[in-house]
């Protein structure tokens, strides 16, 4: 049992599925309001300084807001953070001119990080990456998404998999996984992209189902990676077997990974760099949420995904931070944010919702997670700010003061 009072102001966008257009932009805002959790969920919500009955209870702990802004547990619905080694040695190539396709052309990037994955154990990878969760729970994100895709072979892609079952299991966040075979061709099966699709279909994909090691499969569909072809037949041999679908689509050449997301009923198609209309035409007709990343464009480059333009289609936006070793080195969402409000001038509310309920309903978790309503989990943070515009605003900071998980007020921050 747990009261938080004195919030300055309470800040959620509302509801069990994505919003968009101008939905997206709607969010409850409660002043002087209380949040009464009990068993780990919401129980009660109170506006204009009023408190729950709280007689038929007996210690109460109670949590003062002092004033602060509350919104939902942050929810970043992209990531790949199970990986080995880093690739800062790829900066001085890129600062020379080569692009992120020539460095995996040369077999360096997603590559280099396959060969560092593999050698590393189990538990490395697993102590590695629990050192990120506990900054991104610092940072106010209380569910995250995970993709394997570093390992691209049968031991390798289940071990990041069991990764992320473990770090679900034993640490405060709860970890959504995705596997992502088909991120890159592997050495073995240079030059065989079909053969290394077969290989994925008939080996790794039934052993990932039978242990139950994802929710998600995902495919890296662009130029010189997988083609239509190739990952839409990826995307529906894992339908088959459960597995809902995410497509890394039009991140660098519109190749036809929007069209295609929409055709498949994709739950969403994620970084959209280059998406045209015909890709957005798909995605809005197919109900396909945009997983944007803006700190990737930031981080290569590159342009920034038309986050407006897809708004005024009737898509459903997400906003996630896409950390991974070689496009972006950062799961700080927050800047993500400050990215979404400078670069895709949307308005905070709209931030709010696509780092929230718009990004848990792309992990299946609207049910549960990305509003403050009562019923739902009870993963808040209490800001260091008064009001979401100045989350949007400063940036390199993290303006989290309190994070509060299930109920429970996290230490780790
Ligand atoms: O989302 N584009 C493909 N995958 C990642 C990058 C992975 C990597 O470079 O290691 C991305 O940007
Ligand atoms: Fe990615």
Redesign the pocket.
């Given at each position: 049992m747990l009261l938080i009072k004195n919030i300055g102001i309470l800040q959620t966008p509302i509801g069990k599925s994505s919003l968009c257009g101008e939905a997206q932009a709607q969010n409850l805002k409660l002043r002087n309001a209380s949040v009464l959790i009990e068993d780990g969920k919401i129980s009660a919500i109170n506006k204009d300084g009023e408190l729950p009955d709280l007689s038929r209870f007996g210690n109460v702990k109670t949590v003062d807001a002092q004033n602060r802004l509350v919104t939902p547990g942050l929810v970043d619905c992209?990531t790949?953070m199970v990986f080995g080694g880093w690739r800062h040695g790829e900066i001085p190539l890129k600062l020379r001119g080569a692009t992120y396709l020539d460095i995996l052309r040369a077999g360096g990037g997603i590559l280099d990080t396959v060969r560092h994955t593999r050698e590393m154990s189990e538990d490395d990878l697993y102590c590695k990456s629990e050192g990120f969760v506990r900054e991104m729970l610092a940072g106010g994100v209380t569910t995250v998404e995970s993709k394997s895709g570093y390992g691209l072979d049968l031991a390798d892609e289940l071990k990041q998999l069991r990764v992320n079952k473990r770090l679900n299991e034993h640490t405060p966040m709860d970890v959504v996984s995705t596997f992502l075979g088909a991120h890159a061709i592997p050495p073995e099966y240079k030059d065989r992209a079909d053969e290394y699709i077969d290989y994925l279909c008939d080996e790794v994909l039934p052993e990932v189902t039978k242990h139950d090691l994802a929710e998600f499969c995902d495919v890296f569909c662009e130029d010189s990676v997988f083609d239509v072809a190739q990952s839409k037949k990826m995307l529906i041999e894992a339908q088959k077997r459960g597995l809902r679908s995410k497509i890394?689509a039009d991140e660098i050449e519109a190749i036809g990974g929007a069209v295609l997301a929409g055709e498949i009923g994709a739950v969403s198609a994620?970084h959209l760099i280059a998406t045209n209309e015909s890709g957005m035409d798909s995605m809005a007709k197919g109900g396909v949420t945009a997983a944007l990343l803006p700190a990737t464009s930031f981080y290569l480059g590159k342009d920034y995904a038309k986050a407006r333009r897809m708004i005024e289609k009737g898509i459903p936006v997400a906003i996630a931070s896409?950390f991974?070793p070689g496009s972006c080195p950062s799961l700080n969402l927050q800047f993500a944010i400050n990215l979404g409000y400078l670069k895709y001038h949307m308005l905070p509310e709209e931030i709010l919702t696509a780092t929230t309920l718009n990004a848990a309903c792309a992990l299946d978790r609207g049910q549960t997670k990305g509003s403050i309503e009562v019923g739902k989990d009870a993963d808040l943070v209490i800001w260091d700010a008064p009001d979401f515009e100045m989350i949007c605003y400063r940036f390199g900071s993290n303006q989290v003061k309190t994070v509060i998980k299930k109920g429970e007020i996290l230490q780790w921050n």
């Open positions: 992209h790949h890394h994620e896409d991974n």
